[in-house]
C-alpha cells in the first residue's frame, strides 16, 4: 500500500522559482527605469547648477569692475572739489585785498561745480548698474543652491534604488521614489524661481 498521494514536489518548485523570478523581473525593471529617471534629472539638475554660478560668477565680476569705475568717479568728483575749493580760496585772497576777482577765476569756480555735478549723476549711474547686477548674481546664487540641493536628492534616491534593486526592499524603494520626488520638486522650484 503507497504511503501517500505522490506529488511531483520538482515540478512545484521550478513553477514558484519560475514565478518569483517574474515577480522579481518586473520590480527590477521597475527600479532600473525608475533609477534612470532619476539619473536624468540629476544630470539636467547638475547642469542648471553649473550654469547659473557661472553666469552669477561673470555677473558678480562685472559688478566689482563697475564698483572700481564708480570709485574712479568718485575720486574724480573729490578732485573737481578741490580745485573749486582752491579757486574759491584764491577768489577770498582777492576780495580780502580789496582787489575785484578776475573773471578767469570765477569760471573755474563755475566750470568745477557744473564738472562735479556731471560726475556725481555718472558715479551714481555706475552705481545703480553695479547694484543691479549684483542682485541679479544673489538672485543666481539663489538659484543655485536649489539645483544644487536637487543635485544631492537625486543622488540619494539613486543610490536607494541601487540598494532596492539589491534587497529588493519595498520599503527602500518608497524612500528612493520620495527622494526623486522631492529633488524633482525643488528643482521646479529653483527653475520656476
Do not use: C
Amino acid at each position: 500500500m503507497p504511503e501517500g498521494p505522490e506529488v511531483a514536489l520538482d515540478s512545484i518548485q521550478e513553477r514558484v522559482n519560475e514565478e518569483v523570478e517574474r515577480e522579481t523581473s518586473g520590480f527590477i525593471r521597475v527600479i532600473a527605469l525608475t533609477t534612470a529617471l532619476l539619473a536624468a534629472l540629476a544630470a539636467i539638475s547638475s547642469l542648471q547648477a553649473g550654469a547659473t554660478v557661472n553666469e552669477a560668477l561673470v555677473l558678480k565680476t562685472e559688478s566689482a569692475q563697475l564698483q572700481s569705475q564708480a570709485s574712479d568717479q568718485w575720486a574724480y568728483y573729490q578732485a573737481k572739489g578741490i580745485k573749486e575749493a582752491v579757486a574759491r580760496a584764491s577768489a577770498t585772497s582777492w576780495m580780502a585785498a580789496g582787489k575785484a576777482v578776475p573773471t578767469a577765476l570765477t569760471a573755474s569756480v563755475a566750470k568745477y561745480v557744473a564738472q562735479q555735478a556731471e560726475i556725481f549723476i555718472a558715479a551714481q549711474k555706475l552705481e545703480k548698474q553695479r547694484d543691479a547686477k549684483s542682485a541679479e548674481a544673489d538672485h543666481l546664487l539663489h538659484q543655485h543652491h536649489g539645483f544644487a540641493d536637487a543635485v544631492a536628492l537625486f543622488q540619494v534616491a539613486i543610490a536607494l534604488g541601487a540598494i532596492t534593486a539589491l534587497t529588493r526592499s519595498r520599503p527602500v524603494f518608497v524612500g528612493s521614489i520620495a527622494l526623486g520626488v522631492a529633488g524633482a520638486a525643488i528643482f521646479a522650484w529653483a527653475y520656476v524661481a
